[in-house]
């Protein structure tokens, strides 16, 4: 038996989570991918078997089972299929700035619905001038009386039209830069706003991405989430939590990529005996291997770390090397399952190609691949090191 990083209870509720990716999920990837449609069947089995709730604490009206187990949840499903598993993803970062920033209130009121999957959450940060440089967004919020009214656009949102709440970042103090920026939560029934556009994508095609317009939108004023001018530092602290959901989504769709082009090299024929025994062959499907193996080991090593209490300024450099190794590992090992495969990889009727375009938006959102460079590079310079050549001439 092979070696299992995980608990007896964990590897339990990982068994079930492939269950239903198996039977309910992976028979209807395909065409998700072809639709192009929102599954709301796949939501559901993620309701009737309380998939959502391993993202809460038992508080909150979830499992209470840690961060660990929540990202082999979506690691599971997206070895069948990333949109699937995204979903899962955006679930845990649209909660996130209510675990970490929300008012007592504020969170009775909506976790125990996210837990259960009843509301579907989405993070609205990003504009069409402003991914990356959260501080260049032009959207505003100007306190009117009891509301807030809202002005502005938000681009590439996840779960646009599908969403029940949203918590969309706006510039309170458009001339203090990071130090303007306060978060809000929003319901999709909020006077003044609407999703103008749903995207058409490479890939993860039944997960609707869409714009936001908010158009003298008002919310009431207890719908700020912390304090006025907090909304960089909440947001910052939601992606150094949230990347790692990215991460298990590029790992399960590296693993699910390996497991097909494996068996499928240990049945395709040439020259008289199966390619996975040519050695060019065997090669590929060893690096494939090795290199998710790799991947895997620093996405759990984050888990672990949540669960055991690091620090808050320990995460983002483990957030950010899970989320950059996963996304690079899953581009690199479905483009070799493509390979391996050959002329068929490049059809729709197998699922490689799929996996494909489905990685490369791993490497992209919550951060692209440079910006967690640049972050890990940042934070290995804050750190104090022992210099072992110390001294030597």
Known sequence: MAWDPLTPEQQELRDLVRTIARERIAPRAAEIDATHEFPWDVVEAFRESGIFGLFHSEENGGTGTGVLLSLVAIEEVSRVCATSGVILAVQELGSLGLKLAGTPEQRASWLPRLASGEVLAAYALTEAGSGSDSAAMRTIARRDGDEWVLDGNKRFITNANVAGLFTVFA??????????????????????????RLEEKLGIAGSTTGELVFDGCRIPAGSILGEEGEGFRIAMRILDRSRPGVAAQALGIAQGATDYALEYARTRETMGKPI???????????????????????????????DEGAAAEELTKASAMAKLFCGDVAMQVTTDAVQVLGGYGYMKEYPVERFMRDAK?????????????????????????????????
Do not use: C, N, W
Not at 173 to 190: C, M, N, R, T, Y
Not at 367 to 378: K, S, V
């Open 171 to 196: 510039k309170t103090d458009p001339e203090a830069g990071h130090d303007g920026i306060s978060a809000f939560l929003v319901e999709p029934d909020a006077p003044g706003f609407e999703v103008a």
């Open 276 to 306: 996975a025994q040519h050695q060019l062959i065997a090669a590929k499907l060893a690096d494939m291997e090795t290199a998710t193996e790799a991947a895997r080991g620093l996405l759990y090593r984050f888990g672990r770390m949540v």
């Open 361 to 393: 938006i791993t490497q992209i959102y919550e951060g692209t691949q440079e910006i967690q460079r640049i972050l890990i590079a940042r934070e290995m310079l804050r750190e104090k090191r022992t210099f072992l050549l110390e001294g030597v001439a």
